[in-house]
């Protein structure tokens, strides 16, 4: 579990297919932190840890994950918004997040309001009865405020700070972004289809 606040930033630093998996090395200061076996959130998507040297360490993500999120994207030079999971002692200060993407995303829209930025994000249509308005949404491991939603988009604004240790700070126009939607939402959605039956 995590709570859709990131931590750091890591750069992809070498990137290769191995049979239908792709595997990365990523830099990060979060490295020397880390243990083998731990899961990490990579722009929302929960990773493995495989291996660790110094500020380096190994991840592996298998087809399903490629086809659900924007991995298959990632090459060398990526920067990836990192989160470790969440303590059971801590404060929840975003909401509650999974890493598990529910699909992609491509940004539609990027408006600088001089004092934030927002964001428009499209998405599947299938998943409009999961995402309400000033409802949380995890967009590539972040936890947001959604408005001005509709079917298939909606907008988030981001704070400066945000834009300057995540990598909003390079997301431009017809890029692609993870997605993850409230699990409340989820189960409420659920719960009301199955009630239908």
Known sequence: MFTGIIEAIGEVTDVFNK???RVFYIKSSLAPELKIDESLSHNGACLTIEEIKNDLYKVTAIEETLKKTNLGQWEKGS???LERSMKLN???????VQGHVDG??????KVDKQGSVEFTFEFNGKFASLIIEKGSVCVNGISLTAFNV???NFTVAIIPYTMSHTNFNSLNVGEFVN?????LGKYVARIMSVNKQ
Do not use: M, P
């Open 79 to 81: 920067f990836i918004n």
């Open 150 to 152: 509709a079917k298939s």
């Open 104 to 109: 992609k995303g491509v940004c539609i829209d």
């Open 179 to 183: 997605l993850e939607f409230d699990v």
């Open 19 to 21: 049979q239908s998996n």
């Open 90 to 96: 801590d404060r929840l200060d975003g909401h509650i």
